[in-house]
């Protein structure tokens, strides 16, 4: 097995050197890597009905889709990530506990008493402290998992608290549980970089791992790939599955309520209702609307080449943005 030491926190590349492993590699691999301040979503979800959106935009935090089911899950450097690539037949099957097995001996080797816990969870006297997700390609299967080393737990409830209300969607949603981290189990309290040290260094000796590096190849086609599907609004949100959204807000020119429908995180439909007033039917500003992209760029830019006061009185772009999201 090969073992990859990823100390790269950009997470396009990171999950892009994941799926390149997966698609390219002939033997097994192991990575560790880390992710600044990230959202990674499960491929089966609703991007927007998973996150804080004002939150998340405000404080310039990530947000990208992973190729594997799941929830959504947030990163932050005191969170290291493990990934498993293994070949061959075997490997055609979804099988969370072999792969846990060699990061479940090295924390009771540490005196942390973790468990596997249901079917993908690993947890420390009843509280998650590892998430878990499987793909299979061919013969192949990745697996990885989230170890809650020493994450901000705080940010974590705060970008993940979307409101239920907004979206009505058949997407997977994700399920809460109450965490905590490992590095409060640990006696010598080590750093996260230490920790993530220590964890390969159990892999090179117990799992015959053999120390590797990507070749600048390997780095090129991993860089195209993160920057052709990774870094791509239409990846990360637009490929979510079709959705309902309603909200309704007050602002100084009345109430505002919006509905519409999605798919392909193209808008295929959107309504806009209220006490507010207004000169010109707001029937022509939804057709301008349709069609757009519900991102806020794309809505801002259509909303900034009309007179948004002939529509509707005293209220802003601004305004109207932050009602569809």
Known sequence: MRYYLNTGTDPAFNLAAEEYLLKN???????????????????????????????????????????????????????????????GEHAKKIDFSSYTRPILEYLNQRSVPARL???????????????????????????????????????????????????????????????????KYLVAHPTVEQFMDDLGQHMLNAHDALLSQFSDDDLKQINDLA??????????????????????????????????????GTIQGIRIFGDFFGIDPVSD????????????????KILNAVDLERYIKDVSVDHLVHCMF
């Not at 990774?230 to 509905?259: C, E, H, K, L, V």
């Not at 500003?285 to 991102?295: F, I, N, S, V």
Request: proline share 2%.
């Open 25 to 87: 590699t002939n033997e097994d691999c192991f990575m560790l890597w880390r992710n600044h301040n990230t959202i990674v979503v499960g491929r089966n979800q609703n991007t927007l009905s998973e996150i804080n959106h004002e939150f998340v935009h405000k404080h310039n935090i990530k947000v990208a889709r992973r190729i594997t089911g799941g929830g959504a899950v947030y990163h932050d450097l005191g969170n290291i990530n493990f990934t498993f690539i293994k070949v």
């Open 117 to 183: 816990d249901g079917r993908n969870d690993l947890s420390v006297d009843g509280l998650k402290i590892s998430g878990n997700a499987q793909h299979i390609h061919k013969n192949r299967v990745l697996h990885h998992g989230t170890l809650l080393f020493d994450v901000n737990l705080e940010m974590l409830a705060t970008v993940l608290l979307a409101d239920p209300e907004k979206y009505r969607d058949k997407a997977v949603q994700s399920i809460r549980s109450r965490v905590t981290n490992i590095r």
């Open 227 to 264: 920057q052709k599907r990774y870094r791509q609004w239409d990846w990360n949100f637009g490929d979510s599955p079709a959705y309902d959204f309603s909200r309704s807000i007050r602002t100084p020119g009345g109430t505002i309520d919006i509905r519409m429908k999605v798919k392909d």
């Open 285 to 300: 500003m939804e057709k301008r609307l349709t069609g757009c992209r519900h991102a806020p760029h794309s809505i801002k």
